[in-house]
């Protein structure tokens, strides 16, 4: 049987709650691309995490500037009362994958290479609960906290052993503007 969907896009975007004791709050933005039916809403998302390291850190000593995270995932929906067009909520799960790279303070020389920068893999798993503030068939404006982990692959992209980069969890408020 085919599903009767609609298909959305938007964007969204936020920022954290609280932080690791190397990297201070960080910002968050993606796009959406989007099929809806009546009670369950399913997404693709792909975008970015900027995160600046604590000043005086270890990391801090380490990179210059910032991390930069480039991600992409799924991320599914199940609207609690989706006859609500105003606050109406939702508990949602997601999956996705990232990189994110730096550059160092201090490049490192690996025989002939200088290498100046490098970056690292892994996973998200995160976890929702939001409200549509408002929810029609053209527009949909929402707020949502988002539990995430960052699970980090376990070798660099140069060949380094990651002895550094723990699991990463975080908090974060998120708004978002979809448009049906």
């Known amino acids: 049987e085919p599903i009767n969907g609609e298909v959305f896009f938007g964007l969204r975007g936020g920022s954290s709650l609280a932080h690791t004791e190397d990297l201070e709050q960080d910002a968050d933005a993606d796009l959406i691309l989007g099929l809806g039916t009546e009670r369950f809403d399913a997404l693709l998302y792909a975008g970015f995490k900027a995160a600046e390291p604590i000043a005086g ?5 380490s990179i210059d500037g910032g991390l930069l ?5 799924l991320e599914g929906r199940y609207l609690l009362f989706p006859d ?3 606050l109406s909520p939702y508990v949602g799960a997601g999956i996705g ?3 994110m790279g730096w550059t160092f303070t201090n490049p490192l020389t690996a025989g002939t290479d200088i290498i100046t920068g490098d970056s ?9 609960a939001g409200v549509y ?3 029609n068939d053209w527009v949909s404006l929402g707020v949502s906290i988002v539990p995430e982990v960052y699970l980090y692959d376990y070798v660099t992209a140069e060949g380094f052993n990651n002895d ?10 998120m708004g978002e503007l979809l448009f049906r």
């Open 97 to 99: 994958a990232f990189i």
């Open 164 to 173: 550094y980069f723990l699991p990463y969890s975080t908090v974060k408020i």
């Open 69 to 73: 995270f480039l991600r992409a995932g």
């Open 84 to 86: 609500n067009g105003f």
């Open 120 to 128: 690292l893999s892994g996973c998200i798993l995160s976890a929702s």
């Open 57 to 61: 850190s270890d990391l801090d000593a």
């Open 133 to 135: 503030l408002a929810r």
